[in-house]
């Protein structure tokens, strides 16, 4: 039997030859496949570590300027070129992905990150989707409300519930609570800024302002959010003004996104100007803030 078996080998091993050769390419042009993806896994993973350098650089910056409000000019000079560099290392091409008005919008299913380098399971509308947190702005406006020798300027947020509603949360806080040891009789004020949102393109996002509100979370140290209700009113038009707002390609309200990723996000806005960069907030960290949640 075993004779049998060489025998047969044998006699079909030119037809095997025959047929692996018009199957395998040539070896030249192997290696040269093998050659050009390790070079395209060795620029990823280049991007990569470059990309993880610069979050940390931008990280370190943010947090000795006081979110830009203590930014010196060399501070805000060397954040904007940490900015400058992750724009062209942005791993997302199409971050208003599942905003209204975006070429996505419609077939986004909550995946899609397979070209981004990151992935996020519970971003379910977009990558956009989320909690992010102001962790550097050079904008004047968000700038000057640290003015007020009365308030000051606690944590500033930015809600994204895609596909069109995008809320900036603004808290605000007694001075003279800072000289008291922490959370006694904490007093917090905040003003939430909502806006409807969509995309213009694959990067810029119009708005329009619709509605401001007022909460008060906490008063001299108890919960008073269910004796006092949250206070909204719509914002009026004024007389003149582009009142398409986000449905309007001239508008001046947008911003543009330069960088997204898991849990970073950088915005350019048009009017007044300014850059903001902001970090994603877990579930767990916003329980922390708000145990409501």
Same mark, same amino acid.
Request: charge should be negative; include cysteine.
């Given at each position: 039997?075993?004779?049998?078996?060489?025998?047969?080998?044998?006699? %079909?091993?030119?037809?095997?030859?025959?047929?692996? *050769?018009?199957?395998? /390419?040539?070896?030249?042009?192997?290696?040269?496949?093998?050659?050009?993806?390790? +070079?395209?896994?060795?620029?990823?993973?280049?991007?990569?570590?470059?990309?993880?350098?610069?979050? $940390?650089?931008?990280?370190?910056?943010? *947090? +000795?300027?006081?979110?830009?409000?203590?930014?010196?000019?060399?501070? &805000?000079?060397? @954040?904007?070129?940490?900015?400058?560099?992750?724009? &062209?290392?942005?791993?997302?091409?199409?971050?208003?992905?599942? @905003?209204?008005?975006?070429?996505?919008?419609? !077939?986004?299913?909550?995946?899609?990150?397979?070209?981004?380098?990151?992935?996020?399971?519970?971003?379910?509308?977009?990558?956009?989707?989320?909690?992010?947190?102001?962790? %550097?702005?050079? *904008?004047?406006?968000?700038?000057?409300?640290?003015?007020?020798?009365?308030?000051?300027?606690?944590?500033?947020?930015?809600?994204?519930?895609?596909?069109?509603?995008?809320?900036? @949360?603004?808290?605000?806080?007694?001075?003279?609570?800072?000289?008291?040891?922490?959370?006694?009789?904490?007093?917090?004020?905040?003003?939430?800024?909502?806006? !409807?949102?969509?995309? &213009?393109?694959?990067?810029?996002?119009?708005?329009?302002?619709?509605?401001?509100?007022?909460?008060?979370?906490? $008063?001299?140290?108890?919960?008073?959010?269910?004796?006092? /209700?949250?206070?909204?009113?719509?914002?009026?038009?004024?007389?003149?003004?582009? +009142?398409?707002?986000?449905?309007?390609?001239?508008? /001046? +309200?947008?911003?543009?996104?330069? %960088? $997204?990723?898991?849990?970073? $996000?950088?915005? @350019?806005?048009?009017?007044?100007?300014?850059?903001? *960069?902001?970090? !994603?907030?877990?579930?767990?960290?916003?329980?922390?803030?708000?145990?409501? &949640?």
């Amino acid at each position: 039997m075993f004779a049998g078996l060489v025998v047969l080998a044998v006699a %079909y091993q030119p037809l095997l030859l025959r047929h692996a *050769a018009q199957r395998s /390419p040539h070896p030249q042009l192997l290696e040269l496949e093998e050659s050009a993806a390790v +070079a395209s896994q060795r620029e990823a993973l280049i991007s990569t570590m470059e990309r993880s350098e610069l979050k $940390l650089q931008l990280l370190r910056q943010c *947090a +000795a300027c006081n979110r830009g409000f203590g930014a010196s000019a060399l501070d &805000r000079l060397s @954040v904007d070129s940490i900015i400058a560099r992750l724009n &062209r290392l942005s791993p997302f091409a199409e971050p208003t992905a599942g @905003v209204a008005g975006s070429d996505s919008a419609e !077939r986004w299913v909550g995946r899609g990150f397979e070209n981004a380098d990151w992935s996020d399971g519970t971003v379910m509308n977009g990558p956009l989707e989320g909690v992010w947190r102001l962790i %550097y702005t050079n *904008a004047t406006d968000v700038l000057s409300l640290d003015v007020n020798p009365i308030a000051g300027v606690g944590p500033i947020s930015q809600e994204i519930s895609l596909p069109d509603g995008v809320v900036n @949360v603004i808290e605000l806080y007694p001075r003279a609570s800072s000289l008291l040891p922490p959370s006694m009789l904490r007093t917090t004020t905040r003003l939430r800024v909502g806006t !409807r949102a969509r995309a &213009r393109s694959a990067t810029r996002i119009g708005l329009t302002f619709e509605t401001v509100g007022v909460e008060q979370p906490s $008063l001299l140290g108890f919960d008073v959010s269910k004796l006092l /209700p949250p206070l909204s009113l719509p914002l009026p038009r004024i007389p003149g003004s582009d +009142a398409a707002g986000a449905d309007s390609d001239t508008s /001046p +309200a947008f911003f543009e996104v330069v %960088y $997204l990723d898991g849990d970073l $996000l950088v915005i @350019v806005q048009n009017q007044p100007g300014g850059a903001f *960069a902001l970090v !994603r907030e877990t579930e767990d960290e916003l329980r922390m803030r708000d145990p409501r &949640r």
